[in-house]
Each structure stands twice: as C-alpha cells, then as structure tokens.
C-alpha cells in the first residue's frame, strides 16, 4: 500500500505545472529513448497551432514536434527533411512538404507550424516568415493525445527512429487549438506579450523527462554582465 501510495504521489509530481520561462531542454544524443513527454488532458481538436523556438546542428532529417492519437500516429508532426530548405507538416497521416524557408544550423529560431482541419491546409513560419499555405488533409483528431519532443513516434507514444532523434535545444513550447493570425505568430517570434498556449504553455507546463535530457537556464547569445564589464567589445553580439 505504501510503495502504492508512493507510485501515485510521483505521478502526480510529475505532471504538477512548472513554469519554465527562461530555461530550454537540452537534447544532447541520439538514442531511440530518450525524449519529453508533454501533457494535456486535450483529447480532441479542429485545429492546431504549435510555436517553439530550438537550436540544432543537425543537417539530417529529425522530428520537432511529434503528436499522436490511437488512430494517427502521425496525427500533427513537424518534421525537418535532410533537404536544407524543406520542412514536412503532417496532419492526420498525411505528409505536406514546405519549401524555401531558410532553417539555420547553430542558432535559435522560431519555428510555428498549423493545421486547419476545416479547410486542410497546414502552413508553416520559420523565423516569422511564413510558406505557402498548402493542402494536407481535413477532418478532425480524436482519441488519448501524446505529444513527443525529442523522438518522433512512428506509433502511439513509440516507434522511435535513432536516425530521426532531435539533438539540440528547445525551448518556448506552446500549442493552441486554433490557427493563430500572423500577427499573433509575429507576437511569439518577437516574444512580445503574446497569449500563451491554451493546450501546451510553457509558463505551465505538464511534462515528463524520459532519459538524460536536461532542463537548463537558456542561454543566449553571450550574458549581460559581460556586455557591461565590457561594452564596445561585447555590445554588437549580446542580447539584453
Ligand atoms: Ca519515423
């Protein structure tokens, strides 16, 4: 009853809210194991928009943003192609490619990605600058939702691909349940008191670690103490 007790109080813990503003998780391997696991008690959906911003240096193909159902385990993925200018958005099982977005090696950038399932088209902004808005499926999501960062699932909540793992950082994680304006997509690249997350808020987020990924304090550019210490060699590069 005791170790009972104990298996309920952690499961709890883990998925208690935490705000994360300021940090990132860092995905420092490729395995088939590892990845985050975020929350939602969200089990149905007309549509779907996902921000984040990460940080890779990986030129092959990998998974960003992975969410499955029991009937799609491809239900809305945002997967990078080996091709450097190519970025797949998959909704319902089905696969859209989008071209021409300049996704850069060793940087932070935005990435959002929506689906409207009214319509079928997804779209994405890399850095703010949105694709061409492009047919993918239409219809709705339904079922137990499991959303993967780190591993893209190949089934519900598995069928990790080592050659697909994300290695980097990610950070500012958010998911809403409609398709944001581009002036709201704008809002969250600037980071300028944008509405978080009504599925997914990374000011209060439910998730859990699976294996060595580490939550750490985001770093940027290079740290404000030293662009006072010293400010003519620092001030073009640093980020207040
Ligand atoms: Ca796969």
Not at 29 to 55: G, N
Not at 129 to 153: F, V
Request: proline share 3%; charged share 20%.
């Amino acid at each position: 009853m005791k170790c009972l007790l104990t298996v309920v109080m952690l499961t709890v813990c883990a998925a208690a809210p935490e705000d994360l503003t300021g940090k990132m998780f860092s995905f420092p391997q490729e395995t088939k194991t590892d990845h985050v696991k975020l929350i939602t008690t969200r089990d149905e959906f007309k549509a779907i928009t996902v921000c984040l911003r990460s940080f890779t240096d990986l030129s092959r193909n990998h998974g960003i943003f992975s969410l499955a159902t029991p009937t799609f385990a491809n239900a809305f993925l945002i997967f990078k192609k080996t091709a450097s200018d190519q970025i797949e958005v998959n909704a319902r099982n089905k696969g859209t490619s989008l071209f021409g977005q300049e996704y850069k090696l060793n940087t932070w950038q935005s990435v959002c990605a929506s689906w409207d399932g009214t319509t079928g088209l997804v779209q994405i902004w890399v850095d703010g600058k949105p694709s061409s808005r492009r047919y993918c499926s239409d219809g709705t999501l339904s079922g137990h939702t499991l959303i993967t960062l780190g591993q893209e699932q190949d089934s519900h909540g598995g069928g990790f691909d080592p050659q697909q793992t994300f290695v980097g950082m990610i950070a500012d994680v958010h998911m809403w349940d409609f398709v944001l304006s581009p002036c709201e997509i704008q809002r969250f690249v600037d980071d300028l008191n944008f509405s978080p997350g009504n599925v997914i808020n990374w000011r209060a987020l439910q998730y859990e670690i699976v294996g060595k990924i580490l939550l750490e304090d985001k770093q940027g550019a290079c740290s404000c103490l030293i662009k006072k210490k010293v400010p003519n060699i620092f001030s073009q590069s640093c980020q207040a």
